[in-house]
């Protein structure tokens, strides 16, 4: 296997073709979710195992119900090397709103800002860009003598609109999927210079509840006062949800809650994020949630929980004195650590039945309860990959959470048994979803070196 | 002026003409709601005035921007007799659905029963039935030598599509509508054997509350902890409104909030009332109202507090993790005795500011606020009332609230400066606004009587 730096070199003489074949592939309109697409879709599939047959892989497009997978399989040298299984999608957004780019979404360009070029197109940053990276730093090695790891590639084509495929897929292609951990790149850098491994993903466990007190809507005079208001008993279950600390007052919602390592602690303290500002954007000031907890551990690393909706009774225009017979909620809680999103859904159906009259009703509709995602602060591949990336952008790589969920990650662990390692190049104003979608030009250019030293660094010797 | 008993008789002799001249008044469609019945409506407000004329009255139909007035007066024999104005609609709800009639809505027609004959058509009960009692009264004294207090009749054509030319109207003919006392006859007995007079009716403060947090929806798993969730805020600010016993919680809400007299509420507890079959009737069992107070103090001496509404987020199928820009509740309160509604409207609106966080914002939408009715329960013309009734049925009156309004007397109060005495025949199983609406014939026959009885008691020397 040729010395990482030679690897390098032959990703920065390659930059120019990376770049072709980058906007090869921005233009094809792969938009998943409009049957219009369908055959640009197929399209863009067919390009990438073109692509990755020529340096090298064994591909095919593998079909299914929806919109077909991209499997491929190239080995490394040693045959005792690690296996790494890499997840990213060719499928994209609508461009719509449409006159709002400044130019075609499927037409790629380069242009040049005051902070660098940038590579404007739909899919530029989601994801085309952030996968293609992959298969350059695998190119550049196996140009230069083979792969430092067996890699196994998983591109799908139904990210944007719902994956409906994909847990079946991995399920019936266990084996063939099957690797050491999984590289998922979906994710952003902390800023234009500092990188980032998102190793905290939170867990979602979304319920519905439909309260339900007299047979019919009532007059609030006739029966106001004696007769049961659903509304009321609603408030109080939501009201009864937090303490004045903001904690959760579910019992043993907190089991499973960690604290974090006094060593992340302090990196998170050191980052450059300020509450008030991220607040701001939005036109808040004053953090709402537990109030012992900076912002970013409120979205980060602590467990939450909030109503998501809900309606009962009159809502139009002017006045009705109506008593409703029911009233219905939406609550969710967003899981960190080891909480049990089964005991929660327990914990927390237990805890409304004991606000609901002896003469009333509860319904409960379960839309959903997945655990968190956490890679251990002490994997080994995360003590490599953290080392990689310094070693390229000169700059300790931030150890960051994320407030949401990124399904395919808890699909990996659950149908694979596979921790992800998430390393992305995207920023947080790469505009993915809206017009003039962009990605830098130097996240593009580092980014596949930094693939290229993961990749190294996972395989080395300890 | 002849002797009750001889005008009684005179009522008792014109029963059958009493109820020819009903059927008529019933075959006439004066649905106000609908413009296709505009013409009925006119023509009934004119087979009033002709009725009136013919039995001595001066009587006139009165334009109106809807359906007319018909206002009609007769002098007492004696001219320092008492003055009363009763109060009456002619117009009816329509009798949709059609189909659910066993006959013909304005064909009226008299059914027996295994408890006694009813006139069964659309306005037999509300109002056509009750207004033509009195009406049938005022004959019989007017055919035996005179009526014992001077008499004024307000017929109103909109009770049932909102009343809106009432206001306008009382107010500009303040002083031809003066009196000593309001009749309003738009009331029910306690059962088919005991008379009532209703004594309060509850009055109405209903709020709006729209409070805002961030600038728009955000994600649940970006924000969800330290942004603010405005149906959280809502959730408290409903829960917060009453204690565990019931009780709101508004400083000084229960201010003017009197006691029952001994002897009324004495008279209530012995009523046949059972507020567990009350309930039961709309599938409830439990009062929910304050704790220390039976279901009829709840529901007609006790004030209230009941969201009426509430909507916020995402309210469609499924699962949407959004935490929402804006939620919304309309809230209404029922006022009894002397609570004041302007302070009511600002100890809620100061109560909801507390709960606002500082980033937060609310707006309050009013959608009315008036005080409630009480006639005084040492009100002479009640006493006499309650004495005449006593006489006509043998048993005692029951004095009764209201948990709804009726507006017309918050209007002759607020208008006129008139107490209103409501004594009324109706049943609550009548099915008004129902199909096969209908009035006891024992209700028709004894409510005339009833009436003569309380004319006369009013004008007796003390």
Known sequence: MAPID???????????????????????????????????????????????IRIGFTASVRPTEGHPMVVAHAKAQRSDAPHVLFYGHYDVQPPDPLDLWETEPFAPRLVDTPTGKQIVARGASDDKGQLLLFVEACRAFLETGGLPCHVTLLFEGEE?????????????????????????????????????????????????IVVRA??????????????????????????????DSGRVTLPGFYDGVDELPDDVAKQWRALPFEGRAFLGEVGLSKPAGETDRSVLEQIWSRPTCEPN????????????????????????????GRQNPEKIVQAFHAYVRAQIPADCRVEFISHGASPAIQLPFTSEALTRARRALHQEWDREAALVGSGGSIPIVGQFKHELGLDALMVGFALENDRIH?????????????????????????ASPQ
């Open 6 to 52: 030679t690897v390098l070199a032959k990703i920065d003489s390659n930059q120019s073709g990376a770049l072709d074949r980058l906007f090869d592939l921005l233009r094809i309109p792969s938009v998943s979710t409009d049957p219009a697409f369908k055959q640009d879709c197929a399209r863009a599939a067919q390009w990438l195992v073109d692509e990755l």
């Open 160 to 208: 944007e609109c719902g994956s409906s495929s994909l847990p079946a897929f991995l399920a019936a292609n266990k084996s063939e999927l099957s690797a050491d951990i999984a590289l998922v790149c979906d994710t952003n850098m902390w800023d234009r210079d500092t990188p980032a491994i998102t190793t905290m993903l939170r867990g979602l466990v979304y319920e519905e």
């Open 214 to 243: 007299a047979t019919r809507d009532l007059h609030s005079g006739m029966f106001g006062g004696p007769a049961a208001n659903p509304i009321r008993i609603l408030g109080k279950i939501i009201a009864g949800l937090h303490d």
């Open 309 to 336: 909706g809900i309606v009962g009774g009159y809502t139009g225009e002017g006045a009705k004195t109506v008593l409703p017979a029911e009233a219905r909620s939406k609550i969710s809680f967003r899981l960190v």
């Open 434 to 458: 809206s017009p003039n979608e962009k990605y830098e030009l130097s996240s593009f250019q580092r980014g596949a070196r930094s693939w290229a030293r993961i990749l190294n660094a996972l």
